[in-house]
């Protein structure tokens, strides 16, 4: 089983990026998914998460308005688009993989994708 984060990269403030992140190995299709993210020296915080239907997201209250989260069940795939990106937003990625009708305990983790945010 693996989820496999993409599409981090260097961007100057105030640009957008878009992670991706592939399941293989099985299917996620009916779990919640979500996004964290962990900068240097500090610990791994929330960022997004997407029910299995995608019909309900919730965010954290720093990326709130400018990242939006969305999912493609039939190619087991989920996005992160970030907008108005900041130098705080500076971070390893990492999507994550919930347990099947939970919203809290995460059963699979992603490698991390690096977002670096600045001039």
């Known amino acids: 089983v693996q989820l496999q984060a993409s599409g981090g990269g260097l961007v100057e403030p105030g640009g957008s990026l878009r992670l991706s992140c592939a399941a293989s190995g099985r299917t996620f299709s009916s779990n919640v998914m979500g996004w964290f993210r962990q900068a240097p020296g500090k610990e791994r915080e929330f960022v997004a998460r997407?029910?299995?239907?995608?019909?309900?997201?919730y965010y954290a209250d720093s990326v709130k308005g400018r990242f939006t989260i969305s999912r493609d069940n039939a190619n087991d795939t989920v996005y992160l688009q970030m907008n108005s990106l900041k130098p705080e937003d500076t971070s390893v990625y990492y999507c994550?993989?919930?347990?099947?009708?939970?919203?809290?305990?995460?059963?699979?983790w992603g490698p991390g994708t690096q977002v670096t945010v600045s001039s």
């Open positions: 994550a993989a919930y347990y099947f009708g939970s919203y809290s305990r995460i059963a699979y």
């Open positions: 997407i029910s299995w239907t995608g019909g309900s997201t």
